[in-house]
């Protein structure tokens, strides 16, 4: 039987290393097109320029990156180090046909998102006017863009780095004709009395966002694909509440279409995704 990559960077490593550090090594990495993000423990920081070589090697990339700290501030940027190979980290990461150009070491990209972004592909359809409120470097626009072919796509970044990536994507995976991106806060820039659907795929205070998602439907009807973070006993009554409370100011109804768990965040609070359908 084939060995598992982990085991043979493991089998590599242990010849380089305190064998009793060995057992620190992470299992786990975002590969992010030719680069590989890993964890490392304060144990193994003496070590970490001959870690990432291992790490780099056994899964194919050019440069290894050191996440130091989570994903920080408004923009979400990564805090990480090079800890092997280039600096230049700018690459193309490709997944479900979709060609995301980003560099890893300004911007976050989750693997965990993953199926999220999948099924974003197939929530819309030609006659529909989408705004992504947080669209990042496409994240979900792109998926919704090349297989749902919307009418329009309203994709709102603040991020200038981030934009500027979403700008190339969009070009990138011929998605011109169907996306419009916009830069600046949305509260700001979004459009309004326009969205058949709107998606809201942002943790920081994202309730505080819901006007804005209300103000940019058509007449205040439509749905909305809401984030938020989630205690496990509150779901989904606590995003659910949040969007109701919003709703009564416009004067409109809530119907629950869909619960989606996204992934786990901290013990016992998940990442949530609600659908809803908002109506008078
Ligand atoms: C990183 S994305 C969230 C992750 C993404 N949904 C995914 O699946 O990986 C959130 C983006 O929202 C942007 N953002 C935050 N506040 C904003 C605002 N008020 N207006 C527009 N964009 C904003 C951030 O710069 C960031 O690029």
Redesign the pocket.
């Known amino acids: 039987m084939q060995e598992t990559p982990f085991k043979s960077i493991k089998k590599t490593v242990s010849s380089l290393i305190p064998s009793e550090l060995v057992h620190h090594l992470p299992s786990k990495w975002e590969k992010i097109g030719s680069v590989v993000i890993i964890k490392l423990p304060e144990e193994l920081s003496r070590y970490k320029e001959i870690i990432g070589k291992v790490y780099a090697e056994g899964l194919g990339c050019t440069t290894t990156l050191n996440e130091k700290g989570g994903?920080s501030g408004?923009?979400?940027t990564p805090v990480v180090e090079v800890i092997f190979g280039s600096h230049q980290t700018e690459t193309i990461h490709t997944e479900n046909g979709i060609r995301f150009k980003v560099d890893p070491q300004q911007?976050?990209?989750?693997s965990g998102?993953m199926a999220?972004?999948r099924r974003m592909a197939t929530i819309s359809d030609p006659n529909e006017t989408v705004v992504d409120?947080?669209?990042?470097?496409g994240?979900?626009t792109l998926p919704i863009a090349i297989y749902s072919k919307p009418k329009k796509i309203v994709a709102?970044?603040?991020?200038p780095v981030?934009f500027d990536y979403l700008c190339a994507n969009v070009v990138l995976n011929h998605a011109s004709s169907i996306v419009e991106p916009r830069f600046?806060?949305?509260?700001e820039?979004a459009p309004k009395d326009c969205a058949d659907r709107v998606v809201l795929?942002?943790?920081?205070d994202p309730q505080g966002?819901l006007p804005v998602a209300f103000a940019c439907l058509k007449n205040h009807t439509g749905i909305l694909h809401y984030?938020e973070l989630v205690p496990f006993e509150l779901i989904p009554q606590q995003p659910l509440s949040h969007i109701e409370q919003v709703a009564r100011c416009f004067d409109r109804c809530v119907e629950l279409l869909k619960v989606n768990e996204i992934k786990s965040y901290a013990p016992r609070v998940n990442h949530m995704v609600l659908d809803v359908r908002i109506s008078k």
Do not use: K, P, T
């Open positions: 994903i408004v923009y979400r911007i976050m990209f989750s998102n999220e972004r409120l947080f669209a990042g470097i994240y979900f709102c970044e603040i991020n981030a600046g806060d949305n509260r820039i795929g942002y943790l920081q966002f984030h």
